[in-house]
């Protein structure tokens, strides 16, 4: 007979929520599983979970606080099964749920499957869906990793050594330990309702920032695992970077030749650039604003030779229309910054929170940018080097003493010495 599929839920006063998600376990259309939870509990989950006397359910309550990973090596140590799966209290699983991971996993010495989710609010009610997309070695690293709910085969466990107790992302740090040995599989169809309610474990750690942040201080740990594999974790993130840069002022170009060009004639000579935009003040760029500094709008704009003028009018209309791009571009912008903030700590060996210098001398849109996000997510201090004569008074960046880490991303992602 084939093993059962392990459920492993650790537990943490959630009474409220656990019997709901009990539910959704034992609705489940293939019956082959077994639920095990280990429960730390102050409040009454104990005295909840005695509603429930299936013989697949396996409740252990231990009043002594245990950390996530802690209590997953637990059940894993006193299990039988090939796979398993890390739940929550407070997520309830849609009836294929054990069905459609077993078949995913199936004939995957090393699997690791994940799936699309619901999301609920704290009452239950749907609230949007939470798409996870693919993940390769850039993504797994950045600050939108993989974690829980997630299912894999008990050898992947094995060979990862199980789950971390020192770290609160015990499950990223899995799902990221697991690069370069796991096979992944995505799921598209949403297979869980995932809640988003005060008292989650994601408030507990002090809200999305502070998570960002945990995540920050977490990949390093993980960098040494994947170079033993003869991955090059850095580099793979630095093609990111380059190419979701790259995504942005082609996607910019592309808007000019498809609503603008019409319009106005060009300024530049050959490609659209950001740069023909951004320092013109028409085309706005999260994290540049009236208090940080941003380039004021010039109404008149002449070619640099003289050939060609933009008057105020179409210089407004211009403007008015790259407002459309806004909500797109604040997307991708955030893409990007989810790899550059523990790519650059990554790079310069550093935690979040550590006081950094960096040297700005290339004034191109894409580098300008990438430095004020490092100013304005992790409070490293801008300056400009010395070879740095025509900067514009709105960039408000002292001086360079030249001993400073160098940033240029105006090609290749370069940070450092």
């Known amino acids: 007979m084939e093993s059962p599929f392990l459920l492993l839920m650790p537990s943490y006063n959630q009474s409220h929520y656990i019997v709901d998600a009990v539910n959704s376990v034992l609705a489940q259309d293939d019956p082959n599983w ?17 509603q429930f006397n299936d013989s697949r359910i396996h409740f252990h309550h231990i009043p002594e606080r245990m950390d996530p990973g802690s209590c997953l090596n637990w059940m894993l140590e006193r299990t039988k099964g090939k796979y398993f799966s890390y739940l929550h209290t407070d997520n309830n699983l849609h009836c294929s749920y054990v069905r459609m991971m077993r078949s995913a996993l199936e004939g995957k010495q090393l699997g690791l499957a994940y799936c699309n989710m619901r999301t609920i609010d704290g009452s239950g009610k749907y609230v949007g869906i939470f798409m996870r997309g693919e993940f390769n070695l850039a993504r797994m690293l950045s600050t939108d990793p993989l974690g829980a709910p997630f299912s894999a085969t008990v050898e992947l466990a094995r060979q990862v050594g199980g789950f971390n107790s020192n770290d609160f992302a015990d499950d990223v740090r899995f799902c990221t330990s697991a690069y370069g040995l796991a096979d992944y599989h995505y799921i598209r169809e949403p297979l869980l309702d995932y809640r988003i309610h005060m008292g989650s474990r994601t408030e507990e750690a002090g809200g999305h920032k502070k998570m960002r942040n ?3 201080n977490l990949m390093p740990k993980i960098l040494p695992t994947l170079e033993e594999r003869g991955l090059d974790p850095l580099k793979s993130m630095e093609h990111a970077i380059r190419t979701s840069l790259d995504d942005l002022e082609l996607h910019v170009e592309d808007y000019w030749h498809r609503r603008l060009s019409a ?3 060009a300024w530049w000579q050959g490609t659209p650039k950001l740069d023909h935009f951004f320092l013109y003040g028409l085309l706005d760029l999260p994290g540049f604003n009236f208090k940080h500094g941003k380039p004021p709008l010039q109404l008149l704009i002449r070619s640099e030779n003289q050939s060609a003028t933009i008057f105020p009018w179409t210089t407004l209309l211009v403007r008015r229309r790259l407002r459309k791009l806004r909500h ?4 991708m912008a955030t893409k990007t910054q989810n790899l550059l ?6 790079k310069l060996g550093v935690n979040f929170g550590e006081e950094v210098s960096i040297r700005v001398a290339n004034l191109n849109t894409r580098t300008l940018w990438v430095a004020r996000q490092l100013e304005l997510s992790l409070g490293w201090k801008p300056f400009l080097d010395a070879s740095v004569t025509d900067a514009p008074k709105w960039l408000n960046w002292p001086k360079a003493k030249g001993t400073e880490h160098l940033l240029d991303c105006s090609d290749d992602i370069h940070l450092g010495k």
Request: include cysteine; charged fraction near 20%.
């Open 34 to 50: 077994e639920l095990w939870i280990v429960d730390n509990s102050s409040d009454s989950t104990p005295e909840v979970m005695k």
């Open 214 to 216: 945990l995540f920050v």
């Open 263 to 265: 319009k106005a004639q």
């Open 328 to 331: 797109h571009l604040r997307g």
């Open 341 to 346: 903030v523990p790519w650059s700590c990554m």
